[in-house]
């Protein structure tokens, strides 16, 4: 009997010692939640986890979504994010995690010398395009620049760089003006003289245009922005076609690269006319009007654009500057969509290319042409 109650007793315990074990290992572990945001240049994907509790979890994040990631599109900055967690025996558990979005560095879409080589005393114009920066400047004892050119005039070879700053970081570009000595004959050093002063004069004219694009620039509220259209002052004195060069089709390149550096990039400023000038000048013609079907062909109605254009003229007398007006004759037609933007009492119905084609071939320089012919320069229909 003794053996039995003893046996009863081991057994009793074996029983508790179970129980008490099975009840330790059965119960669920606290809930806990975790998130991590990995940002990109645009946008933060937060991703949410969780450990412990009693299944299923339900997850709501700070901004209403119920997903275990989701991306979000955001401007640089710092974000912080909350996610709460509840599981199936409501326990609670809530967490933050944030992100930084950082600021992209500035673009230099282009930095040129014009001209690349010159002697000495002659100047050379540096020439760009940047956007996205807070600050700029150039070496060689340029320093801070706020416009888009400035004019040097380098006693030696001299290579300058242009350093766009902003808080996410720094862009640099190279442009290389190349210097040669003067000769020390009378002859060629006057020549010298004479090419120096000419240097000095299409320096001029650039820093001209520029200023233009400054107060136009600065009337519409910006700050050191790139004028969209603002023709300069050149008297164009002929009419230019695919296969000219001179002076003054290097010009008509100037005013189409600063008009829209992505329509005509500075950098291909050569005074040829070639394939690239006629297509900017076709987009340039559609898209203020000059003409509908873009010929390519700089012509009268083209250099009277341009005129037109000069500085801060004002068409329409409305107060608002051509360069910045959509509607220079406020006829209600935008200017992109106006055959005659500049006459509100002319109709805006596209000018049929028999207008500018054979029937102006008997006329001399449009004098003798009808409906609108151009002459013998519209005889092949490319006269704008």
């Known amino acids: 009997m003794t053996q039995n109650k003893s046996l009863s007793f081991g057994a009793?315990?074996?029983?508790?010692?179970?129980?008490?074990?099975?009840?330790?290992?059965?119960?669920?572990?606290?809930?806990?939640?975790?998130?991590?945001?990995?940002?990109?240049?645009?946008?933060?994907?937060?991703?949410?986890?969780?450990?412990?509790?009693?299944?299923?979890v339900l997850l709501l994040w700070g901004n209403g979504a119920t997903t275990s990631s989701q991306t979000v599109v955001v401007s640089p900055g710092t974000y912080a994010m909350t996610l709460q967690a509840t599981d199936a025996s409501s326990t609670v558990a809530t967490t933050t995690c944030s992100a930084t979005v950082n600021q992209a560095a500035p673009?230099?879409?282009?930095?040129?010398?014009?001209?690349?080589?010159?002697?000495?005393?002659?100047?050379?114009?540096?020439?760009?395009?940047?956007?996205?920066?807070?600050?700029?400047?150039?070496?060689?004892?340029?320093?801070?620049?706020?416009?888009?050119?400035?004019?040097?005039?380098?006693?030696?070879?001299?290579?300058?760089?242009?350093?766009?700053?902003?808080?996410?970081?720094?862009?640099?570009?190279?442009?290389?003006?190349?210097?040669?000595?003067?000769?020390?004959?009378?002859?060629?050093?006057?020549?010298?003289?004479?090419?120096?002063?000419?240097?000095?004069?299409?320096?001029?004219?650039?820093?001209?245009?520029?200023?233009?694009?400054?107060?136009?620039?600065?009337?519409?509220?910006?700050?050191?922005?790139?004028?969209?259209?603002?023709?300069g002052c050149f008297n164009f004195g002929r009419d230019l076609k695919h296969g000219d060069q001179g002076d003054d089709v290097k010009e008509l390149q100037q005013e189409l690269a600063h008009n829209d550096p992505t329509l005509f990039p500075p950098g291909l400023i050569s005074g040829f006319f070639g394939p690239k000038t006629e297509a900017a000048l076709k987009m340039l013609q559609r898209r203020f009007g000059i003409d509908v079907s873009g010929t390519g062909f700089f012509g009268p109605r083209s250099r009277a654009h341009f005129a037109a254009m000069c500085g801060n003229g004002d068409n329409d007398h409305d107060g608002i500057p051509n360069a910045q007006d959509y509607d220079d004759d406020n006829d209600g037609t935008p200017d992109a969509q106006d055959a005659f933007p500049f006459n509100p009492n002319a109709t805006s119905t596209p000018l049929m290319m028999g207008n500018h084609g054979e029937n102006g071939k008997n006329g001399k320089n449009g004098e003798n042409g009808k409906d609108g012919n151009h002459g013998e320069n519209g005889r092949n229909g490319r006269d704008d």
């Open 107 to 231: 673009t230099i879409t282009s930095f040129t010398a014009l001209p690349t080589s010159i002697t000495t005393g002659q100047s050379a114009v540096l020439s760009w395009v940047v956007s996205n920066a807070s600050s700029t400047s150039i070496n060689n004892g340029v320093g801070t620049v706020s416009g888009t050119s400035a004019t040097v005039s380098p006693t030696a070879t001299t290579l300058y760089t242009l350093t766009a700053v902003n808080p996410g970081g720094i862009t640099t570009a190279n442009a290389m003006v190349t210097v040669t000595a003067t000769s020390t004959g009378s002859g060629s050093g006057v020549s010298a003289q004479i090419q120096a002063l000419l240097a000095q004069i299409k320096a001029l004219q650039a820093q001209i245009v520029q200023l233009i694009a400054g107060q136009v620039g600065s009337g519409s509220g910006g700050s050191g922005g790139t004028a969209t259209s603002t023709p």
């Open 12 to 56: 009793a315990a074996l029983v508790a010692a179970f129980f008490v074990l099975f009840s330790f290992t059965g119960a669920a572990s606290a809930l806990t939640a975790t998130c991590v945001g990995a940002p990109s240049a645009t946008n933060i994907t937060w991703t949410a986890s969780t450990a412990g509790g009693v299944d299923p």
